[in-house]
T-cell receptor, first 115, second 117 residues
């Protein structure tokens, strides 16, 4: 069955520090998709990135980077030089291509960036 | 139309009453999902549609919950005989499914917050 674990419940950093949010997943499928979403205090979930299981290339987008490792079933998210506006709850999610295709979300990590 | 629209945004009701939420997805999206989120938790899957067909429903979903998407456009989620445990944020999301198992990302609405007194 699908499962997503985000072991870090809350993280606090000081502005300009780098921070990594961990995500570990379980799946029975060979084709699957991984996602990260941001939920700021306003409440609406915002899509950040989508990765398919065949593409293990790491990705960088501005201050954001993602490290996908199939060997450890992990899809970690790093924010470089954090800013106060990065304060939010971040969710990792998994969707299997061949079993139901619903999205399973992790419990989220609350990131607080202090000025 | 630039995003997923949900209404009402807030609903306060008394235990035992029925409530209905509406979701208007992004117009070209063929998939529509309903999730529930309680404080401090991640979104919990309820059900999803591809066009007008309901393809999957969570086993955790009580039979008091029913969802429809009659013409493959907007969707409604009805909760009958509400209980205090139903208090949550109900999230709707849509996505484009191009077929062959390729999964597009979900775009979420702002949610409908239900409070059952």
């Amino acid at each position: 069955a699908q499962k997503v674990t985000q072991a870090q419940t809350e993280i606090s950093v000081v502005e300009k520090e780098d921070v990594t949010l961990d995500c570990v997943y379980e799946t029975r499928d060979t084709t699957y998709y991984l996602f990260w979403y941001k939920q700021p205090p306003s409440g609406e979930l915002v899509f950040l990135i989508r990765r398919n299981s065949f593409d293990e290339q790491n990705e960088i987008s501005g201050r954001y980077s993602w490290n996908f490792q199939k060997s450890t079933s992990s899809f970690n998210f790093t924010i470089t030089a954090s800013q106060v506006v990065d304060s939010a709850v971040y969710f990792c999610a998994l969707s299997e291509a061949n079993y139901g295709q619903n999205f399973v979300f992790g419990p989220g990590t609350r990131l607080s960036v202090l000025p | 139309d630039t995003g997923v629209s949900q209404n009402p945004r807030h609903k306060i009701t008394k235990r035992g009453q029925n409530v209905t939420f509406r979701c208007d997805p992004i117009s070209e999206h063929n998939r529509l999902y309903w999730y529930r989120q309680t404080l401090g938790q991640g979104p919990e899957f309820l059900t999803y549609f591809q066009n007008e067909a309901q393809l999957e429903k969570s086993r955790l979903l009580s039979d008091r919950f029913s969802a429809e998407r009659p013409k493959g456009s907007f969707s409604t989620l009805e909760i009958q005989r509400t209980e205090q445990g139903d208090s949550a944020m109900y999230l709707c999301a849509s996505s484009l499914y191009p077929g062959q198992g390729v999964t597009g990302e979900l775009f979420f609405g702002e949610g409908s917050r239900l409070t059952v007194l």
